[in-house]
């Protein structure tokens, strides 16, 4: 979700529901439906044919480096059958939320919806999963402490509640997946499978606990800010920086990145400062996301990744994925997003951190507008077969579209099981701004 909730509090309604009006750009009405096998003998033996190499492909994509003896003149086509998308970061739950009040039965995700992505565009899109965002915004009246109530968690139990309910009636199309191992197994099972990332830690109400049960839920990244700074640590802000709270991560911030390692929760550092995100990526046990973010030296914003920090992941010892974001604001000069920028935007990363470590966050159905050239999530053969023709590698571009998000994940998995196992006890500090807990002890005598 980009952009909502700016400091100055000064919203137009488009900010409040940046999904209105954005139904005009790509309505061509011709959308495919989904894939179905073809009928008869002779066509049903080519399509096992077709079956067994799009497996072969997807072994060769997520386990070896890849030779390419099964695809060896590799086309962004059969590039994208062996290793669909997986995107990083899609609003879907937040459209369901603005648009139809959380009522699943309200509509009808193999048809046209009013945003960037329904059933047959991902089909269209070759996409093999993706992060169902379960965002709900920054809350204005948390106080300075951020210990004030607000309704985060539970709008984002209903976020978490919307997406399970669409995994679970669309589960023909859609699996929900808590592992990459179960990510792999689902696309090769022509599912798209479905993640959940939580999209700010002022949604876990300032309690660790609270996210280990979000953990439980299926959430499986949780971004360390939203646009505004909060108990953990400090915020990029929108289009320009703000001022600093904490330095980067407090205190209680570093305990809750060791908690995500325990874990096995990816660290999402979009939308953090500059200084959140160095010592984020310099602290974690796990490789780190930004799931939707794209590169400041190619277009100045805050909310972008600055080249010092893209070189860092070149040349430190933590692996990380930079994910780009689509948001016309974040990728050029206004009026002037397209393909083209976003793939600049991809080519950058690639260059400084180094194209293993790219991938695609989209930010579909978080953004009012789109680049031209990339209306909604049926576009993405457009982007690789850009890259394709600038001279990316099959190997380049499976890694790209999915391949290096699944290592990261994996290795992220891996660290939680041995932290686990070394006995690394869940942390169980409580934020020392709370003034509920410690709750004077009761005397058994005066019944209360
Ligand atoms: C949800 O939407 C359906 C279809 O529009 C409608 O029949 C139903 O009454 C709605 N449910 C609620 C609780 O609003
Ligand atoms: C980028 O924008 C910031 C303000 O957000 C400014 O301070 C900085 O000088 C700009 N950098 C370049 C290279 O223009």
């Not at 044919?49 to 060896?72: N, S």
């Not at 004030?148 to 309910?165: A, K, M």
């Not at 669409?166 to 792999?184: A, C, G, H, N, R």
Request: charged share 20%.
């Amino acid at each position: 979700m980009d952009p909502v909730d700016t400091e100055q509090g000064a919203q137009s309604s488009s900010e409040q529901s940046p999904l209105l009006g954005a139904q005009t750009s790509s309505n061509d009405g011709h959308d495919e439906p989904p894939p179905t096998p073809p009928e008869g003998k002779k066509t049903a033996l080519i399509w096992t044919v077709l079956t067994g190499l799009f497996a072969v492909g997807l072994i060769l994509v997520f386990t070896l480096p890849v030779t390419d003896w099964a695809d060896p003149f590799p086309t962004p086509e059969s590039i994208l059958d062996s290793a669909p998308v997986i995107d990083g970061h899609i609003d879907l739950p937040e459209l369901v939320r603005v648009y139809y009040a959380n009522n699943v039965s309200a509509f009808n995700l193999n048809e046209r919806m009013p945003g960037h992505v329904d059933i047959p565009r991902l089909r269209k899109g070759k996409v093999g999963g993706f992060f169902w965002s379960v965002y709900v915004s920054c809350p204005k009246d948390a106080g300075p402490d951020f210990v004030d109530p607000t309704w985060r968690v539970r709008d984002t139990l209903e976020q978490i509640d919307v997406s399970r309910l669409l995994i679970e009636q669309y589960s023909d199309t859609f699996e929900l997946t808590l592992t990459s191992q179960e990510v792999k197994d689902a696309i090769w099972n022509g599912k798209i499978a479905s993640l959940l990332g939580v999209e700010g830690a002022h949604q876990i109400g300032n309690s660790i606990a609270v996210l280990r049960q979000f953990y439980t839920l299926g959430v499986r990244y949780m971004t360390l800010t939203h646009m505004c700074h909060n108990a953990f640590a400090d915020s990029g802000g929108y289009l320009e920086p703000l001022p600093p709270l904490h330095g980067g991560l407090s205190k209680f911030g570093y305990r809750l990145i060791d908690e995500m390692n325990r874990l096995g929760i990816l660290v999402d550092l979009s939308h953090t400062s500059d200084q959140t995100a160095e010592q984020s990526l310099k602290y974690s046990k796990a490789p780190v996301i930004w799931s939707h973010s794209s590169a400041r030296a190619v277009h100045n914003v805050s909310r972008n990744v600055p080249d010092y920090i893209l070189e860092s992941i070149k040349t430190g010892s933590n692996d990380a994925v930079v994910m780009v974001n689509f948001a016309p604001f974040y990728v050029a000069p206004d009026g002037k997003a397209t393909l083209e920028s976003v793939v600049d935007h991809v080519e950058h990363i690639g260059n400084v951190a180094g194209r293993q470590h790219v991938g695609i966050g989209s930010d579909y159905d978080g953004i009012g507008s789109v680049p031209e050239g990339l209306e909604d999530v049926s576009k993405y053969p457009a982007l690789v077969t850009e890259l394709f023709k600038r001279g990316w590698s099959a190997e380049e571009l499976r890694g790209l579209t999915g391949g290096n998000l699944l290592r990261v994940l994996d290795v992220a998995e891996r660290v939680a099981r041995e932290l686990q196992k070394a006995g690394t006890p869940p942390v169980l500090d409580i934020y020392d701004k709370r003034t509920d807990l410690p709750v004077e002890r009761l005397n058994v005598d005066s019944p209360t």
